[in-house]
C-alpha cells in the first residue's frame, strides 16, 4: 500500500520569504513523486516530478523539491515567494508496476502575505 | 494550447436526481481518468479508461455512479440517485498512454452541490 502525507493543511508566509511545503511518502516499492499546483476553480497543473537519477528537481515557477529515500521525503521549496504562488498544492506518489495509481496527499494551502 | 475540457463546470441537484459529467480529453490522449475531490482533501481516481475499456474501476461506487468511454474519446460520468456526500469536484484528466512516466493533463473540474 501507498500512502501520502503533507504536513501543515495552511502555509502562511510573506512575500519574499522562503516557501517550504512538507510531503512524506510511505511506499513498499520505490515511487515516483509529482508536485500539482492547483489554482482556485481550475485543475491541477504539474510543478514537478522525480522518477529516477538526480534527486533534486527542478519545475516552473521557481520550485523544486528534493527525494529524500532515508526521510521518505519529497518537500518542495520555492527561495523567495510571490503573490501569485497562492495556491493548493498536492503532492503524489505512483507506483512504477502495472497499477500505476496517482495517490495524493491531502494538499497545503500556501498563502502568500504582501 | 491543448487542453482537457469538462462541461458543466457548476452543477447543483438536489439528492435522489441524476447528474451528468461530460469531459474531452486531449487530442490523441489514449488515457482518461476520473477524480473526485471532496473539499478540503486530494483528488482520489474512480475510474481510468485505455480507449474505450476500463482499466480500473475499483474506486468507483458501482451501485450508484457509471462511467462510459464508446469511442474511446470523450467519457461520460454519472451518479444516480446523487447523494449529500457526493457533493465534491470532478476532475477529468488524460494522458497519452497510462504509463508511469507520462503527464496527466487536468480539466478544469465540474463541482457539484447536491442539496
Known amino acids: 500500500a501507498q500512502s501520502v502525507t503533507q504536513l501543515g493543511s495552511h502555509v502562511s508566509v510573506s512575500e519574499g520569504a522562503l516557501v517550504l511545503l512538507r510531503c512524506n511518502y510511505s511506499s513498499s516499492v520505490p515511487p515516483y513523486l509529482f508536485w500539482y499546483v492547483q489554482y482556485p476553480n481550475q485543475g491541477l497543473q504539474l510543478l514537478l516530478k522525480y522518477t529516477t537519477g538526480a534527486t533534486l528537481v527542478k519545475g516552473i515557477n521557481g520550485f523544486e523539491a528534493e527525494f529524500k529515500k532515508s526521510e521518505t521525503s519529497f518537500h518542495l521549496r520555492k527561495p523567495s515567494a510571490h503573490m501569485s504562488d497562492a495556491a493548493e498544492y498536492f503532492c503524489?506518489?505512483?507506483?512504477?508496476?502495472?497499477?500505476?495509481?496517482?495517490?495524493f496527499g491531502g494538499g497545503t494551502r500556501l498563502m502568500v502575505k504582501p | 494550447e491543448a487542453e482537457v475540457a469538462q462541461s458543466p463546470r457548476y452543477k447543483i441537484t438536489e439528492k435522489s436526481q441524476a447528474v451528468a459529467f461530460w469531459c474531452d480529453p486531449i487530442?490523441?490522449?489514449?488515457?482518461l481518468y476520473w477524480y473526485r475531490q471532496i473539499l478540503g482533501q486530494g483528488p482520489e481516481l474512480l475510474v481510468q479508461f485505455q480507449d474505450e475499456s476500463v482499466v480500473d474501476d475499483s474506486q468507483l461506487p458501482k451501485d450508484r455512479f457509471s462511467a462510459e468511454r464508446l469511442k474511446g474519446v470523450d467519457s461520460t460520468l454519472k451518479i444516480q440517485p446523487a447523494e449529500l456526500g457526493d457533493s465534491a469536484m470532478y476532475l477529468c484528466?488524460?494522458?497519452?498512454?497510462?504509463?508511469?512516466?507520462?503527464?496527466?493533463?487536468f480539466g478544469p473540474g465540474t463541482r457539484l452541490t447536491v442539496l
Open positions: 484528466a488524460s494522458s497519452l498512454v497510462g504509463g508511469a512516466l507520462n503527464e496527466q493533463f
Open positions: 487530442s490523441g490522449h489514449a488515457t
Open positions: 503524489a506518489v505512483r507506483l512504477n508496476n502495472a497499477g500505476n495509481m496517482l495517490t
